[in-house]
């Protein structure tokens, strides 16, 4: 659910990176007066993991399109809503910028549609209500699944009031609502059940995570996360590296859509902004669309005809993004700290 910058208008697009940058900033505040040492290392790894599970593509069976991870419900339960949304704003910056998925004027609209509503309304509202600390992992999954599948909904209904907004009459509103919603339910239905698996999982080996983020204390001096850091960064590498050559060829939900309304799954650009932000784009972009660089006139994309895609583009662009997203993630968590025990 990457909008690209052909489907906003300036205006649109410039309110929704205020909006953003706005909340990071709330939510770098918040962090600023609650935040221990474990918690820096802990965003780094989930966030790796995210940005390797949004690789992949999976199949919607019967629809021809695909879906991928969100991964804000796992952020927002595993590191509460203000250390999620900025891992989650990490994730897709990286992914704007240096592999092109994603346009940077829509950057602030996708960081919006993919962060507020799993960490600011389904998370507080639902998943929270929902979930005690003894519940047990039927409940974790049926709470994971409706937060998800809310998230999601209002994410994909997001995508199509912002290019009504934006007045893309190639989409009109009905008929677009129309495909966006349902092909969104069964990717958040998939989402979930990987959410509550990932939850789970967290839950039996080190349930003092999940407790520190619903109750918004520190975890304590004891509680050693080393475990759990390895093991997410070693399944983040294996995602990112290999089975990242699986990934759906299917065009996803947003493309799938726009497909079905306007019969091509990307619209014309209008010129302006956003061919100036596309040109800034393509010489920031050291692997687009998640692979080498390829002479001016070849297409880009992973993979070829065959499937799986093994492709090398692909493996090393799962495995540097993974670390740039750590390493970005590290000294945003570094930076925060220092203001913090600054102003102690």
């Known amino acids: 659910?990457?909008?690209?910058?052909?489907?906003?208008?300036?205006?649109?697009?410039?309110?929704?990176?205020a909006g953003t940058l706005g909340t990071i900033g709330y939510c770098a505040k918040k962090l600023k007066e609650n935040m221990d040492d474990k918690m820096v290392p802990l965003m780094g790894v989930l966030g790796a993991f995210i940005f390797a599970a949004q690789m992949i593509n999976f199949t919607i069976p019967g629809t021809g399109s695909s879906g991928h991870l969100g991964g804000g419900m796992i952020l927002a339960i595993l590191l509460g809503p203000y250390a999620g949304f900025i891992v989650m704003a990490s994730v897709l910056t990286i992914q704007a910028f240096f592999f092109a998925d994603g346009g940077l004027l829509a950057l602030g609209c996708n960081i919006w549609n993919l962060g507020i509503y799993?960490?600011?309304?389904?998370?507080?509202?639902?998943?929270?209500?929902?979930?005690?600390?003894?519940?047990?992992?039927?409940?974790?999954?049926?709470?994971a699944m409706i937060?998800?599948?809310?998230?999601?909904?209002?994410?994909?209904?997001?995508?199509?009031?912002?290019?009504?907004?934006?007045?893309?009459s190639e989409l009109p509103f009905r008929t677009f609502v129309l495909m966006m919603q349902p092909i969104h339910l069964g990717i958040g239905i998939v989402e979930g059940f990987v959410t509550a698996?990932?939850?789970?999982?967290?839950?039996?080996s080190r349930p003092e995570i999940l407790q520190s983020a619903a109750s918004g204390r520190p975890l304590s001096?004891?509680?050693?996360?080393?475990?759990?850091?390895?093991?997410?960064?070693i399944v983040a590498a294996l995602t990112g590296g290999a089975l990242s050559w699986f990934a759906s060829a299917n065009?996803?939900?947003?493309?799938?859509?726009?497909?079905?309304?306007?019969?091509?799954?990307?619209?014309?650009?209008k010129g302006g902004i956003?061919?100036?932000?596309?040109?800034v784009q393509k010489k920031t972009a050291f692997l687009p669309d998640y692979s080498f660089k390829k002479p001016d006139g070849a297409e880009e994309g992973r993979g070829g005809a065959s499937w799986p895609a093994v492709e090398p583009g692909t493996s090393v662009s799962?495995?540097?993004?993974?670390?740039?997203v750590l390493a970005a993630v590290f000294l945003i968590g570094l930076l925060i700290r220092a203001l913090r025990r600054k102003s102690a």
Request: net charge positive; charged share 15%; hydrophobic share 55%.
């Open 1 to 17: 659910m990457h909008m690209a910058d052909a489907l906003l208008s300036p205006a649109v697009g410039a309110t929704f990176w």
């Open 118 to 143: 799993p960490c600011f309304i389904a998370y507080p509202l639902i998943y929270k209500a929902l979930v005690r600390d003894d519940s047990p992992p039927k409940r974790i999954t049926i709470a």
């Open 147 to 168: 937060s998800g599948i809310v998230a999601l909904q209002l994410g994909a209904f997001s995508v199509v009031i912002e290019t009504l907004l934006s007045g893309r």
């Open 197 to 204: 698996a990932v939850i789970n999982f967290i839950r039996a």
């Open 221 to 233: 001096a004891r509680v050693s996360i080393k475990r759990v850091f390895i093991g997410l960064l």
């Open 251 to 269: 065009p996803d939900g947003l493309e799938w859509s726009i497909a079905k309304v306007f019969g091509r799954p990307e619209l014309p650009e």
């Open 274 to 279: 956003a061919t100036a932000l596309q040109s």
């Open 318 to 324: 799962g495995i540097v993004g993974s670390a740039l």
